[in-house]
T-cell receptor
């Protein structure tokens, strides 16, 4: 997970759908995580993708394309409480041979009425 | 609902001092992790621990850091000689299994090194 890119900030309207993209470059991909982090709080696990395709979990879905080094998190029926930072993290093979997660800087999502 | 707990919530220390951050993982979890987040920056993985051994560690986790599971419930992170740049929020996490298994994070310890 040497280079993980996410938009810095996004805004959306309550009730709408928003897609947060994440692109990455790895030497030994072993899965991609999405976390939600409210200001001043710990991250909360949202999803994990290791195979290509879409994983749906309630209002949240996550998509992965390994060949493109691309993932997105889709949030439907946005609620005000969804205002938070969304972190993309990739498990990559480190120089020592083990797999460790590397986090992106996070996308700050602001949901307004 | 079971949760990961961490103590203290805040710690202030002088540069060069040793600190021990404590975590109580969820009781039936077998995998334990430490992360840190410098204010305004991204979350960084430090170390994972399973079966009383370090299973993975990042380049940040150098000889100044150590982890221990001194008893059946606590999981600690020790920083031997703190530096100013160690100031960060330190999160402990645990999971029932490793790999893709959901990791549950504790509320964090805010460490300030003066």
């Amino acid at each position: 997970g040497q280079n993980i890119d996410q938009p810095t900030e996004m805004t959306a309207t309550e009730g709408a759908i928003v897609q947060i993209n994440c692109t990455y470059q790895t030497s030994g991909f072993n899965g991609l995580f999405w976390y939600q982090q409210h200001a001043g709080e710990a991250p909360t696990f949202l999803s994990y993708n290791v195979l290509d395709g879409l994983e749906e979990k309630g209002r949240f879905s996550s998509f992965l394309s390994r060949s493109k080094g691309y993932s997105y998190l889709l949030l439907k029926e946005l609620q005000m409480k969804d205002s938070a930072s969304y972190l993309c993290a990739v498990r990559d093979r480190a120089s020592g041979g083990s797999y460790i997660p590397t986090f992106g800087r996070g996308t700050s999502l602001i949901v307004h009425p | 609902e079971p949760e990961v707990t961490q103590t203290p919530s805040h710690q202030v220390t002088q540069m060069g001092q040793e600190v021990i951050l404590r975590c109580v993982p969820i009781s039936n979890h077998l995998y334990f992790y430490w992360y840190r987040q410098i204010l305004g920056q991204k979350v960084e993985f430090l170390v994972s621990f399973y079966n009383n051994e370090i299973s993975e560690k990042s380049e940040i986790f150098d000889d100044q850091f150590s982890v221990e599971r001194p008893d059946g419930s606590n999981f600690t992170l020790k920083i031997r000689s703190t530096k100013l740049e160690d100031s960060a929020m330190y999160f402990c996490a645990s999971s029932e299994r490793g790999g893709a298994e959901t990791q549950y994070f504790g509320p964090g310890t805010r460490l300030l090194v003066l």
